[in-house]
């Protein structure tokens, strides 16, 4: 196939599968190249090449194989006795191998060969986004594993440090995943209502559980975080602590039972099930009745993890769906040449580089917040004189991250689910049948809508960071701040109905701020996608002033771009124009006009692009 600096020939391919995920995704090379410092991006671009290559052709080949043939579940041995045994195909362990040591959790942690510091963990989340090109069941435990590391680099005072090394181990043989259980049938999302109890074993020396979780993904993890209540704690949230319940200990089985595997529509990579607490042995995190806030910093970093994994899936789904309208002939030409097929492609791409630019952004919020923290503890060699700035722009991260993240996770699931949808549809009856991909990618995009909190609960969780953390603050100011920043003829327009938007965002966010309880709640998910809509437009709005001011991040320089121009453009008319009768008068031929910028990445010279007439 045909790869250039132009252009990006996909009719040269016969399916979206061996090549380098990396080299084909434009965006998140982007993205990337935006969030890194420069250092950060020299080291990361070649590991990141190697890794997209990897993940296309030998974990994507395997990710097929586990697909039919996933993880089985052996509670019983032949004598009856427990064992908990879960039976993984061969091809689960190479990829588990081959992704484990390529650093997708460990380089976050701990620095790297060629380092001083840890990567970002924006770099953890970017190679999960790769790896979800090819499986977002598998992504779960990689990203449950970083999670639980991070819960032990924050909260541990040092007894269970040989389960975070095993955790954060570039060294397959040494690893240890790591699960959250947190559903409880007559829970679900109220995470206050859990029934597991802690007991203290003075004979034993740590805590015994009882109880039953009722969903749990990577049921056999050695490094599982739970949460229970020690005897006389209060009822509610306030009352949980957070316990590590490892799978064994010194060869033994831990006091659980596994009872069955969940028969579940997709994600087969990741064995869910159901488990029971028979007084198994657990040992504390951090503070008692500090379970649940605790647990929230791993629920942060997994919902951006959800989020990478939907742009992931978006970008796979793309990327055939772009791969068969180019080589597939109907009425004499390949159906990418026709009008409505273009126009489909054109939107389906303008959603990834929405979702991913929102998803990255988050990211590096996220990554600033952990920085600050890792160089308020000490585990950083920061200046003096640097560590109180960092404080201040850790703060301001994480005001701002809070309200991000859920609204990143709650859109990016949703439009995971909707293109999965229509790349099926673009494969016709094959894309129904189990033998292509776009069947398991539906399946797998299913549940990126409930996992780590359904929509609504994280529309509620907006309006508490509106309330708790004041986050409107810093998101007015950032939102400000990029507008003002927008000047080219070529998107002004676009910017002025943003600004315009903006302005009716902050009249809405005041009235709800006035509003009952019961009447912000009824509007939360209106909000939640009114924010994204604002947010990722002023995004995508600086990213093309700066392209067509010749400026590209990660690099010396170069020509003057209206790509991205075109891309912010279409996002604002789609997400906030109003046309007269449907738009079926005002002769928007755009997406024939541009199809070779928006999907085939063809830069495009300003000069060309006339300023769009207000519709």
């Given at each position: ?15 979206g ?76 362990l ?16 701990e ?68 699960a ?42 050695q ?26 200990l ?72 772009k ?19 273009r ?20 990211a590096?919020?996220f ?89 609504n ?30 000047s ?19 009249t ?51 020509e ?18 109003t ?26 010279d ?10």
């Amino acid at each position: 196939m045909t790869i250039t600096d132009d252009r990006i020939d996909y009719g040269a391919l016969e399916e979206g599968r061996h090549v380098n995920y990396w080299t084909l995704d434009r965006t998140l090379q982007r993205e990337v190249a935006r969030i890194y410092t420069e250092d950060e991006l020299e080291w990361a671009r070649p590991r990141l090449e190697s890794f997209g290559d990897l993940v296309g052709h030998t974990v994507a080949d395997n990710a097929d194989v586990i697909d039919d043939h996933g993880p089985e579940l052996e509670p019983y041995d032949k004598h009856g006795e427990i064992q908990n045994r879960v039976r993984y195909p061969p091809e689960q362990l190479e990829n588990e191998r081959l992704v484990y040591e390529s650093g997708i959790v460990a380089d976050a942690f701990e620095a790297p060969p060629g380092r001083d510091e840890p990567m970002p963990l924006a770099y953890n989340l970017a190679m999960q986004y790769l790896l979800c090109y090819a499986d977002v069941g598998f992504d779960c435990p990689v990203a449950m594993t970083a999670g639980a590391a991070l819960v032990l680099e924050k909260f541990d005072d040092g007894s269970l440090e040989s389960y975070y090394d095993g955790l954060t181990s570039r060294t397959y043989d040494d690893l240890i995943e790591g699960a959250m259980f947190l559903t409880e049938k007559q829970g679900g999302s109220d995470v206050g209502a859990t029934e597991t109890r802690a007991e203290w074993d003075d004979d034993a020396e740590c805590y015994r559980l009882t109880g039953e979780k009722w969903f749990c993904s990577n049921v056999d993890a050695q490094g599982t975080l739970v949460l229970a209540r020690i005897e006389g704690a209060p009822d509610g949230t306030s009352g949980l602590s957070l316990f590590l319940v490892p799978h064994e200990l010194e060869g033994e089985l831990n006091d659980q039972l596994y009872r069955r595997l969940k028969d579940k529509l997709g994600t087969i990579a990741v064995p869910t099930g159901e488990v029971e607490f028979r007084g198994a042995k657990a040992f504390l995190v951090g503070e008692p009745e500090n379970g649940f806030r605790q647990m929230a910093e791993m629920l942060n970093l997994e919902r951006l993890s959800n989020a990478a994994a939907s742009c992931g899936l978006i970008g796979r789904a793309l990327l055939e769906s772009k791969v068969r309208a180019g080589n597939r002939e109907a009425f004499g030409k390949p159906i990418d040449q026709h009008p409505l097929m273009r126009q489909d492609l054109v939107d389906m791409a303008v959603d990834h580089e929405a979702a991913t630019a929102f998803t990255m952004e988050a990211a590096r919020l996220f990554s600033i917040r952990e920085r600050a923290e890792r160089a308020a503890r000490g585990d950083l060699e920061i200046p003096d004189d640097r560590l109180e700035e960092l404080e201040t722009e850790g703060e301001h991260a994480y005001r701002l991250m809070r309200l991000l993240i859920p609204i990143a996770k709650a859109r990016t699931g949703r439009m995971a689910v909707g293109t999965a949808s229509y790349a099926m549809e673009i494969q016709g009856g094959n894309g129904y049948v189990n033998d292509f991909v776009t069947n398991r990618l539906l399946r797998d995009a299913q549940v990126l809508p409930i996992w780590e909190g359904t929509e609504n609960v994280l529309s509620l969780d907006v309006l508490r960071a509106l309330d708790r953390e004041a986050a409107h603050e810093p998101f007015l100011e950032v939102v400000e701040a990029r507008l003002e920043a927008v000047s080219h003829p070529l998107i002004a327009d676009s910017a002025e109905a943003i600004e315009r938007e903006f302005q009716d965002l902050g009249t809405a966010l005041a009235t709800l701020a006035t509003k009952d309880g019961e009447y912000a709640q009824l509007q939360a998910k209106e909000l939640t996608h009114y924010v994204f809509d604002v947010f990722t437009a002023a995004l995508l709005l600086g990213e093309a002033q700066r392209a067509l001011e010749g400026q590209r991040d990660g690099c010396d320089g170069g020509e003057p771009d209206a790509r991205l121009a075109l891309v912010a453009r279409r996002f604002v008319d789609r997400q906030f124009g109003t046309r007269a009768a449907r738009g079926l008068t005002s002769g928007d031929r755009f997406a024939l006009e541009h199809f070779d910028a928006v999907v085939g990445y063809e830069p495009v010279d300003p000069a060309t692009l006339d300023r769009p007439e207000t519709q």
